[in-house]
Protein backbone atom coordinates (compact mmCIF):
# COMPACT_ATOMS: atom_id res chain seq x y z
CA UNK A 1 0.00 0.00 0.00
CA UNK A 2 2.99 3.06 1.06
CA UNK A 3 4.14 1.51 -2.77
CA UNK A 4 1.03 2.81 -4.65
CA UNK A 5 0.69 6.07 -2.04
CA UNK A 6 4.57 6.86 -2.65
CA UNK A 7 3.85 6.31 -6.71
CA UNK A 8 0.67 8.65 -6.70
CA UNK A 9 2.89 10.98 -4.63
CA UNK A 10 5.50 11.08 -7.52
CA UNK A 11 3.61 11.77 -10.10
CA UNK A 12 1.62 14.23 -8.71
CA UNK A 13 5.01 16.22 -7.68
CA UNK A 14 6.12 15.50 -11.03
CA UNK A 15 2.82 17.08 -13.28
CA UNK A 16 3.43 19.79 -10.57
CA UNK A 17 6.96 20.79 -11.46
CA UNK A 18 6.07 20.20 -15.60
CA UNK A 19 3.11 23.07 -14.88
CA UNK A 20 5.32 25.42 -12.84
CA UNK A 21 7.82 25.42 -15.42
CA UNK A 22 5.08 26.38 -18.19
CA UNK A 23 3.39 29.09 -16.04
CA UNK A 24 7.38 30.21 -15.51
CA UNK A 25 8.15 30.08 -19.18
CA UNK A 26 4.69 31.83 -19.61
CA UNK A 27 5.30 34.60 -17.46
CA UNK A 28 9.01 35.03 -18.70
CA UNK A 29 7.88 35.55 -21.80
CA UNK A 30 5.34 38.08 -21.36
CA UNK A 31 8.10 40.16 -18.84
CA UNK A 32 10.74 39.49 -21.64
CA UNK A 33 8.84 40.87 -24.29
CA UNK A 34 7.41 44.11 -22.89
CA UNK A 35 10.14 45.17 -20.65
CA UNK A 36 12.60 47.42 -22.02
CA UNK A 37 15.87 46.11 -23.17
CA UNK A 38 18.94 48.33 -22.08
CA UNK A 39 20.73 49.31 -25.51
CA UNK A 40 23.71 48.25 -24.06
CA UNK A 41 23.85 44.87 -24.17
CA UNK A 42 25.77 43.61 -26.94
CA UNK A 43 23.43 41.36 -29.70
CA UNK A 44 26.02 39.63 -31.99
CA UNK A 45 25.61 40.92 -35.12
CA UNK A 46 23.78 37.81 -36.63
CA UNK A 47 21.31 38.95 -39.09
CA UNK A 48 17.57 37.66 -37.97
CA UNK A 49 18.74 36.48 -34.42
CA UNK A 50 15.67 38.12 -33.11
CA UNK A 51 13.55 35.24 -35.15
CA UNK A 52 15.69 32.52 -33.98
CA UNK A 53 15.16 34.00 -30.48
CA UNK A 54 11.50 33.89 -31.14
CA UNK A 55 11.08 30.52 -32.61
CA UNK A 56 13.60 28.80 -29.49
CA UNK A 57 11.29 30.71 -27.29
CA UNK A 58 7.66 29.36 -28.57
CA UNK A 59 9.45 26.26 -29.13
CA UNK A 60 10.49 25.29 -25.94
CA UNK A 61 7.22 27.25 -24.01
CA UNK A 62 5.18 24.62 -26.61
CA UNK A 63 7.08 21.78 -25.21
CA UNK A 64 6.88 22.88 -21.40
CA UNK A 65 3.10 23.50 -21.96
CA UNK A 66 2.67 19.70 -23.78
CA UNK A 67 5.00 18.06 -20.91
CA UNK A 68 2.69 19.75 -18.41
CA UNK A 69 -0.43 17.90 -19.72
CA UNK A 70 0.94 14.84 -21.31
CA UNK A 71 -0.33 12.69 -18.28
CA UNK A 72 -3.90 14.37 -18.92
CA UNK A 73 -3.73 14.12 -22.57
CA UNK A 74 -6.30 11.44 -23.28
CA UNK A 75 -7.19 12.97 -26.76
CA UNK A 76 -5.39 14.10 -29.28
CA UNK A 77 -7.85 17.45 -29.92
CA UNK A 78 -6.06 18.74 -26.03
CA UNK A 79 -2.32 19.46 -27.65
CA UNK A 80 -4.42 20.82 -30.49
CA UNK A 81 -6.17 23.11 -28.33
CA UNK A 82 -2.56 24.17 -26.15
CA UNK A 83 -1.03 24.51 -29.45
CA UNK A 84 -3.91 27.42 -30.60
CA UNK A 85 -3.69 29.07 -27.34
CA UNK A 86 0.09 29.45 -27.46
CA UNK A 87 -0.24 30.94 -30.98
CA UNK A 88 -3.09 33.46 -29.56
CA UNK A 89 -0.43 33.72 -27.13
CA UNK A 90 2.16 35.42 -29.35
CA UNK A 91 -0.25 36.82 -31.44
CA UNK A 92 -1.23 38.82 -27.81
CA UNK A 93 1.96 39.91 -26.84
CA UNK A 94 3.30 40.86 -30.18
CA UNK A 95 -0.08 43.23 -30.15
CA UNK A 96 0.79 44.25 -26.63
CA UNK A 97 4.14 45.57 -27.78
CA UNK A 98 3.11 47.67 -30.18
CA UNK A 99 0.10 48.85 -28.21
CA UNK A 100 1.56 49.30 -24.55
CA UNK A 101 5.31 49.98 -25.33
CA UNK A 102 7.28 52.71 -27.35
CA UNK A 103 10.62 50.76 -27.03
CA UNK A 104 8.97 47.59 -28.99
CA UNK A 105 6.87 47.44 -31.94
CA UNK A 106 4.80 44.21 -33.31
CA UNK A 107 6.13 42.19 -36.01
CA UNK A 108 3.98 40.25 -38.35
CA UNK A 109 7.69 38.33 -38.92
CA UNK A 110 7.95 37.11 -34.95
CA UNK A 111 4.30 36.24 -34.85
CA UNK A 112 5.87 33.63 -37.94
CA UNK A 113 9.09 32.90 -35.73
CA UNK A 114 6.74 31.58 -32.76
CA UNK A 115 4.15 30.18 -34.59
CA UNK A 116 6.89 28.01 -36.66
CA UNK A 117 8.58 27.45 -33.23
CA UNK A 118 4.96 26.23 -31.95
CA UNK A 119 4.18 23.74 -35.08
CA UNK A 120 7.76 22.27 -34.80
CA UNK A 121 7.36 21.47 -31.20
CA UNK A 122 3.64 20.11 -31.68
CA UNK A 123 5.26 17.70 -34.60
CA UNK A 124 8.57 16.80 -32.60
CA UNK A 125 6.73 15.95 -29.58
CA UNK A 126 3.86 13.89 -31.78
CA UNK A 127 7.03 12.18 -33.29
CA UNK A 128 8.31 11.50 -29.39
CA UNK A 129 4.99 10.29 -28.09
CA UNK A 130 2.71 8.79 -30.78
CA UNK A 131 -0.85 9.73 -30.58
CA UNK A 132 -1.71 6.19 -29.75
CA UNK A 133 -0.33 6.85 -26.48
CA UNK A 134 -1.91 10.24 -25.90
CA UNK A 135 -5.47 8.99 -26.74
Same mark, same amino acid.
Given at each position: ???????????? &??? !??????? =?? /???? #?? *??? +????????????????????????????????????????? &??? !??????? =?? /???? #?? *??? +????????????????????????????????????????
Amino acid at each position: MNYYLQKITNNL &LER !KLYFFIA =IS /FTVA #IA *IGS +LISVNNSIEIPPVKNIDKFLHFTAYFTLTLSWLFAFYKSLK &LHL !KGIVIVI =IL /FIYG #II *IEV +LQGVLTTYRQADLLDIVANSIGIVTAWVIFNKIFPKNRMK
